[in-house]
Protein backbone atom coordinates (compact mmCIF):
# COMPACT_ATOMS: atom_id res chain seq x y z
CA UNK A 1 0.00 0.00 0.00
CA UNK A 2 1.27 3.69 -0.85
CA UNK A 3 2.49 5.96 1.85
CA UNK A 4 2.51 9.35 1.01
CA UNK A 5 5.76 11.57 2.11
CA UNK A 6 3.44 13.82 4.79
CA UNK A 7 2.98 10.35 6.64
CA UNK A 8 6.46 10.11 7.16
CA UNK A 9 8.16 11.75 10.49
CA UNK A 10 9.81 15.02 9.73
CA UNK A 11 12.98 13.45 9.77
CA UNK A 12 12.42 11.33 6.75
CA UNK A 13 10.59 14.00 5.07
CA UNK A 14 13.74 15.80 4.89
CA UNK A 15 15.96 12.63 3.97
CA UNK A 16 13.80 12.53 0.68
CA UNK A 17 13.92 16.31 0.29
CA UNK A 18 18.15 16.43 0.83
CA UNK A 19 17.75 12.82 -1.89
CA UNK A 20 15.64 14.97 -4.38
CA UNK A 21 12.15 13.01 -3.93
CA UNK A 22 9.34 15.26 -4.77
CA UNK A 23 6.88 16.40 -2.13
CA UNK A 24 3.44 17.90 -2.98
CA UNK A 25 2.25 20.90 -1.21
CA UNK A 26 0.46 19.59 2.03
CA UNK A 27 -2.82 20.75 0.82
CA UNK A 28 -2.46 19.07 -2.61
CA UNK A 29 -1.07 15.61 -0.29
CA UNK A 30 -3.83 12.99 0.01
CA UNK A 31 -4.20 11.36 3.44
CA UNK A 32 -3.31 7.72 3.11
CA UNK A 33 -4.48 5.78 6.87
CA UNK A 34 -1.81 2.91 7.13
CA UNK A 35 -3.23 -0.31 7.29
CA UNK A 36 -1.14 -2.26 9.35
CA UNK A 37 -2.91 -3.06 12.49
CA UNK A 38 -5.81 -1.23 11.73
CA UNK A 39 -8.79 -3.47 12.05
CA UNK A 40 -12.04 -3.25 14.00
CA UNK A 41 -10.52 -6.95 15.11
CA UNK A 42 -8.57 -4.50 17.93
CA UNK A 43 -5.15 -6.29 17.87
CA UNK A 44 -5.07 -8.11 14.58
CA UNK A 45 -3.84 -7.19 11.50
CA UNK A 46 -1.98 -8.35 8.09
CA UNK A 47 0.99 -9.27 10.11
CA UNK A 48 -1.08 -11.72 11.74
CA UNK A 49 -2.56 -12.93 8.39
CA UNK A 50 1.01 -12.70 7.27
CA UNK A 51 1.85 -15.21 10.19
CA UNK A 52 -1.08 -17.35 9.41
CA UNK A 53 -0.06 -17.88 5.83
CA UNK A 54 3.04 -19.61 7.34
CA UNK A 55 0.87 -21.93 9.34
CA UNK A 56 -1.48 -22.45 6.98
CA UNK A 57 1.39 -23.97 4.68
CA UNK A 58 3.47 -26.00 7.43
CA UNK A 59 1.38 -27.12 10.13
CA UNK A 60 -0.49 -29.72 7.43
CA UNK A 61 2.72 -31.00 6.25
CA UNK A 62 3.06 -32.81 9.94
CA UNK A 63 -0.33 -34.43 9.14
CA UNK A 64 0.55 -35.08 5.21
CA UNK A 65 3.97 -37.20 7.27
CA UNK A 66 2.11 -39.14 8.80
CA UNK A 67 -0.80 -39.95 5.77
CA UNK A 68 1.87 -40.89 3.54
CA UNK A 69 4.89 -42.10 5.89
CA UNK A 70 3.04 -44.03 8.44
CA UNK A 71 -0.46 -44.51 7.17
CA UNK A 72 -1.24 -48.28 9.08
CA UNK A 73 0.44 -46.58 12.10
CA UNK A 74 -1.58 -46.60 15.52
CA UNK A 75 -0.32 -43.36 16.21
CA UNK A 76 -1.64 -42.20 12.71
CA UNK A 77 -5.20 -43.58 13.11
CA UNK A 78 -5.44 -42.04 16.57
CA UNK A 79 -4.74 -38.23 14.99
CA UNK A 80 -6.40 -38.70 11.75
CA UNK A 81 -9.28 -40.76 12.52
CA UNK A 82 -11.38 -37.94 13.55
CA UNK A 83 -11.69 -34.67 11.18
CA UNK A 84 -9.90 -32.74 13.96
CA UNK A 85 -6.65 -31.95 12.21
CA UNK A 86 -9.27 -30.65 8.98
CA UNK A 87 -11.02 -28.28 11.36
CA UNK A 88 -7.72 -27.31 13.22
CA UNK A 89 -6.74 -25.82 9.09
CA UNK A 90 -10.36 -24.70 8.64
CA UNK A 91 -9.91 -22.51 11.84
CA UNK A 92 -7.10 -20.97 10.56
CA UNK A 93 -8.65 -20.28 6.75
CA UNK A 94 -11.42 -18.45 9.14
CA UNK A 95 -9.37 -16.66 11.08
CA UNK A 96 -7.16 -15.38 7.79
CA UNK A 97 -10.91 -14.65 5.92
CA UNK A 98 -12.43 -12.53 8.82
CA UNK A 99 -9.08 -10.47 9.32
CA UNK A 100 -8.74 -9.88 5.90
CA UNK A 101 -12.13 -8.31 5.73
CA UNK A 102 -11.64 -6.13 8.18
CA UNK A 103 -8.39 -4.44 7.64
CA UNK A 104 -9.23 -1.16 5.64
CA UNK A 105 -9.98 -1.41 1.87
CA UNK A 106 -9.86 -5.47 2.99
CA UNK A 107 -12.83 -6.20 0.60
CA UNK A 108 -11.85 -4.12 -2.29
CA UNK A 109 -10.68 -7.48 -3.96
CA UNK A 110 -14.52 -8.41 -3.44
CA UNK A 111 -14.93 -6.02 -5.79
CA UNK A 112 -13.09 -7.38 -8.63
CA UNK A 113 -13.86 -10.92 -8.02
CA UNK A 114 -17.01 -10.58 -9.87
CA UNK A 115 -15.03 -9.78 -12.83
CA UNK A 116 -13.41 -13.93 -12.62
CA UNK A 117 -17.35 -15.37 -13.07
CA UNK A 118 -18.08 -12.67 -15.98
CA UNK A 119 -19.23 -14.64 -19.23
CA UNK A 120 -19.76 -11.76 -21.37
CA UNK A 121 -18.24 -11.53 -25.13
CA UNK A 122 -14.66 -9.59 -24.46
CA UNK A 123 -14.24 -10.79 -20.76
CA UNK A 124 -11.29 -12.16 -19.31
CA UNK A 125 -11.67 -14.14 -16.47
CA UNK A 126 -8.37 -15.53 -16.22
CA UNK A 127 -7.21 -12.08 -16.14
CA UNK A 128 -9.52 -11.05 -13.07
CA UNK A 129 -8.26 -13.41 -11.45
CA UNK A 130 -4.23 -12.54 -12.34
CA UNK A 131 -5.32 -9.31 -11.02
CA UNK A 132 -6.43 -10.08 -7.90
CA UNK A 133 -3.18 -11.52 -7.30
CA UNK A 134 -1.73 -8.27 -5.98
CA UNK A 135 -3.93 -8.19 -3.00
CA UNK A 136 -1.67 -10.44 -0.73
CA UNK A 137 -4.31 -11.03 1.56
CA UNK A 138 -6.15 -12.32 -1.36
CA UNK A 139 -3.10 -14.60 -1.99
CA UNK A 140 -3.23 -16.02 1.73
CA UNK A 141 -6.79 -16.72 1.83
CA UNK A 142 -6.63 -18.81 -1.44
CA UNK A 143 -3.40 -20.57 -0.86
CA UNK A 144 -4.93 -21.58 3.18
CA UNK A 145 -8.36 -22.40 0.84
CA UNK A 146 -6.41 -24.78 -1.16
CA UNK A 147 -4.26 -26.35 1.38
CA UNK A 148 -7.40 -27.07 3.50
CA UNK A 149 -8.99 -29.18 1.02
CA UNK A 150 -6.22 -31.25 0.23
CA UNK A 151 -5.92 -32.00 3.64
CA UNK A 152 -9.34 -33.31 3.58
CA UNK A 153 -9.50 -35.16 0.29
CA UNK A 154 -5.92 -36.60 1.12
CA UNK A 155 -7.66 -37.70 5.13
CA UNK A 156 -10.75 -39.25 2.65
CA UNK A 157 -8.52 -41.89 0.33
CA UNK A 158 -6.62 -42.29 3.74
CA UNK A 159 -9.49 -43.67 5.44
CA UNK A 160 -11.09 -45.58 1.99
CA UNK A 161 -7.47 -47.21 1.44
CA UNK A 162 -7.08 -47.92 5.53
CA UNK A 163 -10.92 -49.47 5.31
CA UNK A 164 -10.70 -51.80 2.15
CA UNK A 165 -7.17 -52.65 2.01
CA UNK A 166 -6.20 -50.41 -0.80
CA UNK A 167 -2.39 -48.63 -1.18
CA UNK A 168 -2.90 -45.29 -0.29
CA UNK A 169 0.85 -43.63 -0.03
CA UNK A 170 1.34 -42.64 -4.06
CA UNK A 171 -2.19 -41.04 -4.05
CA UNK A 172 -2.27 -39.24 -1.23
CA UNK A 173 1.09 -37.58 -1.64
CA UNK A 174 -0.02 -36.44 -5.01
CA UNK A 175 -2.77 -35.03 -3.38
CA UNK A 176 -0.76 -33.08 -0.84
CA UNK A 177 1.93 -31.79 -4.77
CA UNK A 178 -1.55 -30.98 -7.03
CA UNK A 179 -4.25 -32.08 -5.42
CA UNK A 180 -7.04 -33.38 -7.68
CA UNK A 181 -5.13 -35.95 -9.84
CA UNK A 182 -4.11 -37.54 -6.08
CA UNK A 183 -7.87 -38.67 -5.90
CA UNK A 184 -7.98 -40.13 -9.67
CA UNK A 185 -4.88 -41.81 -8.92
CA UNK A 186 -6.89 -43.52 -5.87
CA UNK A 187 -9.87 -44.17 -7.98
CA UNK A 188 -7.30 -46.01 -10.52
CA UNK A 189 -5.44 -48.35 -7.67
CA UNK A 190 -8.94 -49.30 -6.27
CA UNK A 191 -9.61 -50.41 -10.04
CA UNK A 192 -6.45 -52.27 -10.84
CA UNK A 193 -6.40 -54.07 -6.93
CA UNK A 194 -9.70 -55.43 -7.75
CA UNK A 195 -11.01 -53.37 -4.61
CA UNK A 196 -13.57 -51.65 -6.48
CA UNK A 197 -14.93 -48.03 -6.40
CA UNK A 198 -15.18 -46.55 -2.76
CA UNK A 199 -18.46 -46.62 -2.10
CA UNK A 200 -21.27 -43.90 -2.65
CA UNK A 201 -22.66 -41.74 0.79
CA UNK A 202 -26.12 -42.25 1.64
CA UNK A 203 -28.60 -39.47 0.27
CA UNK A 204 -31.31 -40.33 2.31
CA UNK A 205 -32.52 -40.52 6.10
CA UNK A 206 -32.81 -44.15 5.65
CA UNK A 207 -31.59 -45.94 8.53
CA UNK A 208 -28.05 -47.83 7.92
CA UNK A 209 -28.61 -51.88 7.42
CA UNK A 210 -27.51 -53.86 10.54
CA UNK A 211 -25.42 -56.49 10.70
CA UNK A 212 -28.10 -58.97 10.28
CA UNK A 213 -29.77 -57.26 7.42
CA UNK A 214 -26.54 -57.18 5.66
CA UNK A 215 -25.61 -59.18 2.61
CA UNK A 216 -27.80 -62.55 1.96
CA UNK A 217 -30.09 -64.47 4.06
CA UNK A 218 -28.00 -66.31 6.56
CA UNK A 219 -27.84 -70.06 5.71
CA UNK A 220 -26.39 -72.37 8.48
CA UNK A 221 -22.91 -74.26 6.90
CA UNK A 222 -20.31 -76.43 8.49
CA UNK A 223 -17.59 -75.58 10.63
CA UNK A 224 -15.13 -76.51 7.97
CA UNK A 225 -17.26 -74.40 5.44
CA UNK A 226 -17.54 -71.14 7.06
CA UNK A 227 -13.63 -71.28 7.77
CA UNK A 228 -12.87 -71.73 4.17
CA UNK A 229 -15.70 -69.42 2.88
CA UNK A 230 -15.06 -66.33 5.16
CA UNK A 231 -11.76 -66.75 6.67
CA UNK A 232 -9.74 -68.08 3.67
CA UNK A 233 -8.28 -64.87 1.85
CA UNK A 234 -9.75 -63.21 4.54
CA UNK A 235 -8.13 -59.10 4.55
CA UNK A 236 -10.19 -58.24 7.63
CA UNK A 237 -11.36 -54.44 5.51
CA UNK A 238 -14.76 -53.24 5.36
CA UNK A 239 -15.66 -55.74 2.70
CA UNK A 240 -14.29 -58.81 4.25
CA UNK A 241 -15.59 -57.96 8.29
CA UNK A 242 -19.17 -57.49 5.77
CA UNK A 243 -18.73 -60.46 4.71
CA UNK A 244 -17.60 -61.88 8.02
CA UNK A 245 -20.12 -60.23 10.45
CA UNK A 246 -23.72 -63.05 9.18
CA UNK A 247 -21.87 -65.54 10.17
CA UNK A 248 -20.50 -64.39 14.14
CA UNK A 249 -22.68 -65.05 16.89
CA UNK A 250 -23.98 -62.34 18.97
CA UNK A 251 -22.38 -62.94 21.76
CA UNK A 252 -19.48 -64.81 20.24
CA UNK A 253 -15.93 -64.71 22.10
CA UNK A 254 -12.41 -64.27 20.16
CA UNK A 255 -9.16 -65.29 22.16
CA UNK A 256 -6.08 -64.31 21.02
CA UNK A 257 -3.74 -66.11 23.20
CA UNK A 258 -0.94 -64.94 21.42
CA UNK A 259 -1.50 -61.24 23.05
CA UNK A 260 -2.00 -63.36 26.59
CA UNK A 261 -4.98 -60.26 26.65
CA UNK A 262 -8.63 -60.90 27.75
CA UNK A 263 -10.68 -62.48 25.04
CA UNK A 264 -13.04 -60.39 23.30
CA UNK A 265 -16.77 -61.00 23.66
CA UNK A 266 -19.50 -59.50 21.61
CA UNK A 267 -20.16 -59.56 17.57
CA UNK A 268 -19.65 -55.70 17.48
CA UNK A 269 -16.21 -55.75 20.01
CA UNK A 270 -15.00 -58.77 17.43
CA UNK A 271 -15.36 -56.58 14.45
CA UNK A 272 -14.11 -53.59 16.20
CA UNK A 273 -10.39 -55.70 17.03
CA UNK A 274 -10.28 -57.22 14.04
CA UNK A 275 -10.56 -53.85 12.05
CA UNK A 276 -7.78 -52.15 14.22
CA UNK A 277 -5.38 -55.49 14.10
CA UNK A 278 -5.47 -54.83 10.02
CA UNK A 279 -4.82 -51.18 10.24
CA UNK A 280 -1.32 -51.88 11.47
CA UNK A 281 -1.02 -54.99 9.16
CA UNK A 282 1.15 -54.96 5.89
CA UNK A 283 -0.92 -53.46 2.87
CA UNK A 284 -2.18 -55.89 0.91
CA UNK A 285 -2.01 -58.72 3.48
CA UNK A 286 -4.25 -61.44 3.97
CA UNK A 287 -5.51 -64.51 5.92
CA UNK A 288 -4.73 -67.49 3.88
CA UNK A 289 -6.07 -70.96 5.06
CA UNK A 290 -3.43 -73.50 4.72
CA UNK A 291 -5.01 -76.70 6.45
CA UNK A 292 -8.60 -77.48 7.73
CA UNK A 293 -10.12 -80.21 10.20
CA UNK A 294 -13.34 -81.45 8.41
CA UNK A 295 -15.46 -80.95 11.36
CA UNK A 296 -19.72 -79.97 11.50
CA UNK A 297 -19.55 -78.26 14.61
CA UNK A 298 -16.39 -77.27 15.68
CA UNK A 299 -13.09 -76.89 13.06
CA UNK A 300 -9.20 -76.43 13.93
CA UNK A 301 -7.26 -74.97 10.69
CA UNK A 302 -3.56 -73.93 10.56
CA UNK A 303 -3.12 -70.25 9.03
CA UNK A 304 -0.08 -67.74 7.68
CA UNK A 305 -0.36 -64.47 6.95
CA UNK A 306 0.11 -63.62 3.20
CA UNK A 307 1.15 -60.23 1.73
CA UNK A 308 1.01 -59.44 -2.12
CA UNK A 309 3.93 -59.23 -4.05
CA UNK A 310 5.89 -60.52 -0.96
CA UNK A 311 8.16 -63.71 -1.28
CA UNK A 312 8.40 -66.05 1.35
CA UNK A 313 6.28 -67.46 4.27
CA UNK A 314 4.77 -65.30 6.77
CA UNK A 315 3.25 -64.98 10.01
CA UNK A 316 1.68 -68.97 10.97
CA UNK A 317 -0.73 -69.83 13.25
CA UNK A 318 -3.65 -72.59 14.66
CA UNK A 319 -7.13 -71.80 15.06
CA UNK A 320 -10.52 -73.39 16.21
CA UNK A 321 -13.63 -72.23 15.91
CA UNK A 322 -17.16 -73.78 17.41
CA UNK A 323 -20.84 -73.09 16.36
CA UNK A 324 -23.34 -72.44 18.48
CA UNK A 325 -27.18 -74.23 17.59
CA UNK A 326 -27.96 -71.94 14.82
CA UNK A 327 -24.83 -72.43 12.96
CA UNK A 328 -23.02 -69.24 13.88
CA UNK A 329 -19.31 -69.27 15.04
CA UNK A 330 -19.31 -68.49 19.01
CA UNK A 331 -15.94 -69.70 20.05
CA UNK A 332 -12.47 -68.52 18.00
CA UNK A 333 -8.93 -69.28 19.95
CA UNK A 334 -5.95 -68.62 18.14
CA UNK A 335 -2.45 -68.50 18.87
CA UNK A 336 0.47 -67.17 15.99
CA UNK A 337 4.10 -68.47 16.47
CA UNK A 338 6.42 -67.14 18.27
CA UNK A 339 8.70 -64.64 16.13
CA UNK A 340 11.75 -66.02 18.58
CA UNK A 341 11.91 -69.44 18.77
CA UNK A 342 13.28 -70.70 22.34
CA UNK A 343 13.35 -74.40 21.25
CA UNK A 344 14.84 -77.01 23.48
CA UNK A 345 15.04 -74.17 26.23
CA UNK A 346 11.69 -74.12 27.13
CA UNK A 347 11.71 -77.87 28.36
CA UNK A 348 15.28 -76.36 30.66
CA UNK A 349 12.92 -73.50 31.77
CA UNK A 350 10.08 -75.83 32.64
CA UNK A 351 12.43 -78.43 34.24
CA UNK A 352 14.05 -75.43 36.25
CA UNK A 353 10.61 -73.54 37.57
CA UNK A 354 8.55 -77.04 37.85
CA UNK A 355 8.86 -78.82 41.26
CA UNK A 356 9.39 -82.79 40.34
CA UNK A 357 6.90 -84.54 42.82
CA UNK A 358 7.72 -85.81 46.02
CA UNK A 359 6.67 -89.38 45.71
CA UNK A 360 6.42 -90.66 41.53
CA UNK A 361 3.22 -90.43 40.23
CA UNK A 362 1.82 -93.22 38.70
CA UNK A 363 0.14 -93.37 35.15
CA UNK A 364 -3.04 -94.29 34.11
CA UNK A 365 -2.88 -97.93 32.52
CA UNK A 366 -4.62 -97.54 29.44
CA UNK A 367 -5.71 -100.35 26.61
CA UNK A 368 -4.49 -100.32 23.58
CA UNK A 369 -6.37 -99.32 20.91
CA UNK A 370 -7.01 -98.53 17.17
CA UNK A 371 -8.54 -94.32 17.28
CA UNK A 372 -11.46 -94.74 14.56
CA UNK A 373 -11.07 -91.70 13.33
CA UNK A 374 -8.70 -87.92 13.74
CA UNK A 375 -11.10 -86.69 16.69
CA UNK A 376 -10.74 -89.86 17.85
CA UNK A 377 -7.32 -90.22 18.07
CA UNK A 378 -6.50 -86.62 19.61
CA UNK A 379 -8.78 -87.69 22.21
CA UNK A 380 -6.92 -91.29 22.64
CA UNK A 381 -3.68 -89.68 22.94
CA UNK A 382 -4.17 -86.39 25.20
CA UNK A 383 -7.39 -87.33 27.15
CA UNK A 384 -6.45 -91.59 27.49
CA UNK A 385 -2.65 -91.94 27.18
CA UNK A 386 -1.57 -88.65 28.39
CA UNK A 387 2.09 -89.94 28.04
CA UNK A 388 1.81 -92.65 29.96
CA UNK A 389 2.89 -95.13 26.96
CA UNK A 390 5.48 -93.12 24.57
CA UNK A 391 5.88 -96.16 22.34
CA UNK A 392 2.00 -97.03 21.83
CA UNK A 393 1.71 -93.27 21.24
CA UNK A 394 4.89 -93.45 18.22
CA UNK A 395 2.56 -96.27 16.89
CA UNK A 396 0.16 -94.35 15.67
CA UNK A 397 2.52 -92.12 13.67
CA UNK A 398 3.72 -92.72 10.12
CA UNK A 399 7.43 -93.90 9.78
CA UNK A 400 8.33 -90.12 8.22
CA UNK A 401 5.94 -88.28 10.14
CA UNK A 402 6.36 -84.72 9.84
CA UNK A 403 6.38 -82.91 13.35
CA UNK A 404 6.16 -79.28 14.08
CA UNK A 405 6.31 -76.72 17.42
CA UNK A 406 6.28 -73.22 16.45
CA UNK A 407 8.47 -73.04 19.46
CA UNK A 408 11.24 -74.97 18.04
CA UNK A 409 12.48 -73.07 14.43
CA UNK A 410 12.81 -75.97 11.80
CA UNK A 411 9.97 -79.08 12.61
CA UNK A 412 10.73 -82.52 13.62
CA UNK A 413 10.91 -85.41 10.52
CA UNK A 414 11.02 -89.18 11.27
CA UNK A 415 9.08 -91.59 14.08
CA UNK A 416 12.45 -91.44 16.11
CA UNK A 417 13.10 -87.55 16.10
CA UNK A 418 9.90 -87.27 17.27
CA UNK A 419 10.87 -89.99 20.01
CA UNK A 420 13.51 -87.93 21.12
CA UNK A 421 11.34 -84.61 21.61
CA UNK A 422 8.21 -85.86 23.50
CA UNK A 423 11.03 -88.04 26.08
CA UNK A 424 12.54 -84.40 26.39
CA UNK A 425 8.97 -82.60 27.44
CA UNK A 426 7.76 -85.75 29.40
CA UNK A 427 8.68 -83.49 32.84
CA UNK A 428 7.04 -84.84 36.17
CA UNK A 429 4.73 -82.14 37.61
CA UNK A 430 3.90 -81.30 34.11
CA UNK A 431 0.62 -82.86 32.09
CA UNK A 432 -0.66 -81.05 29.14
CA UNK A 433 -4.55 -81.39 29.15
CA UNK A 434 -6.76 -80.79 25.91
CA UNK A 435 -9.41 -77.93 26.26
CA UNK A 436 -10.88 -78.10 23.32
CA UNK A 437 -10.60 -81.48 20.42
CA UNK A 438 -12.43 -80.36 16.99
CA UNK A 439 -14.43 -82.48 15.54
CA UNK A 440 -12.89 -84.73 11.82
CA UNK A 441 -13.18 -87.43 10.25
CA UNK A 442 -9.54 -87.11 8.48
CA UNK A 443 -7.63 -84.14 10.72
CA UNK A 444 -8.55 -82.42 13.98
Not at 311 to 333: H, M, P, Q, T
Not at 350 to 367: E, I, M, N
Amino acid sequence: HAWSAASLPLGARQQLVQRGAPVAPISERPVVVPQVGMSVLGPFGNADIHEAFSAATFWPQYFWILLVVLPRWAGTRAVMRSLTPVVLMSLVHLFIVVVSATQEGGTAPMAEFSGVFDASPGADPQAAMVGMMKYPNFVTEEWSHVLVWDLFVGRYIWADGLKRGVPVRASVLLTNLIGPPGLLLHLATCLVTGKGLPPDLPLSDAPALSIEDAGAPWRPARADALVRDVLDGQSFDAAGLGRLAPSLSADVVWDDMTTQAAPVAGREAVLRMLAEREAVSPTGSCLRVMRVADGARSSGFTWVREVEGCAGVGLRGNAYIELDSAGRIAIVKEVAEPLLKPGGATAKFLKAVVKAPKAPTSKPQVRPRQPRSAEDMVKYLWLELQGSNPDESLRLFEEDILYEDFNFPEAFTGREAVRDFLREFDIPGITFEAKRISEGQRAC
